[in-house]
């Protein structure tokens, strides 16, 4: 038996918080082709030690740390038992080659597939970018949002734009120049939209409020 067990339970934990929590509490996941990719500072061999040691010291590796990633189709890498249990996301979402007709398939081609493997998932921060430049009506952000929406558990806040450092750094490294900013755009739907919740589908909410827009346009 370990003698880490022989402390008080307070102790363990605090040991547990400085061998498992990131630099930043940020832990990013880049992709293989980045040089840039360093592993965060974490002591996970202490995972390994003995299954009480696991069992007490896995949720704070899991909760003492936000996951940093970006949307794309390739796979986050992160073993399915890892993705139930993440409490705190970033997600970075790049719209400039996303058109309208492809919002739809975004969960049908398994984009948003990681996320839905993350159940116990209580906070989402969606930073969206655009580099397109061209004129996105509010539909399409508003259908944009009811992929995430519909995707991650019915208690997880949402939150929108960059909110610390290790966030903004982390979408900088993707490119040099990450685009125009439409977290608030995004947030704007977000707020509209919770006054609709009660009918049901998110994603059936932002057709709700286009055609709403579109009669209040002919008139």
């Known amino acids: 038996m ?6 008080p339970a307070e102790l363990r934990f605090r040991i547990y918080e400085y061998a498992l929590t990131a630099p930043d509490a940020a832990i990013k996941i880049y992709f293989s082709f980045q040089s840039l ?3 965060p500072n974490l002591r996970l061999s202490l995972l ?12 704070v590796l899991y909760t003492k740390n936000t996951i940093l990633i970006v949307l794309s189709s390739r796979d986050t890498c992160l073993p399915l038992h890892a993705l139930q249990e993440l409490r705190s996301v970033f997600y970075r979402v790049d719209c400039t080659f996303t058109m309208s007709k492809q919002l739809a398939k975004w969960t ?34 508003t259908e944009m949002l009811a992929c995430f929406v519909e995707t991650v558990p019915k208690d997880c806040e949402i939150v929108f734009g960059i909110g610390n450092n290790a966030e903004l750094a982390f979408a900088r490294s993707f490119h040099s120049k990450c685009g125009d900013d439409y977290s608030d755009e995004v947030k ?7 006054q609709y919740r009660c009918v049901g589908a998110w994603y059936r909410i932002g057709l709700f409020l286009l055609s709403k827009e579109n009669k209040q346009t002919k008139r």
Not at 112 to 139: F, G
Not at 188 to 194: A, I, N, V
């Open 2 to 7: 370990s003698r880490l067990l022989n402390l």
């Open 37 to 39: 990719r360093v592993k």
């Open 48 to 59: 390994r030690t003995c299954k009480q040691i696991y069992h007490e010291a896995c949720d």
């Open 108 to 141: 049908e081609v398994g984009r948003l597939s990681s996320l839905r493997a993350m159940t116990s998932l209580k906070s989402l921060r969606l930073h969206v970018i655009d580099s397109s430049q061209r004129t996105r009506e509010r539909a399409f952000w």
């Open 188 to 194: 704007k739907s977000y707020l509209e939209c919770k």
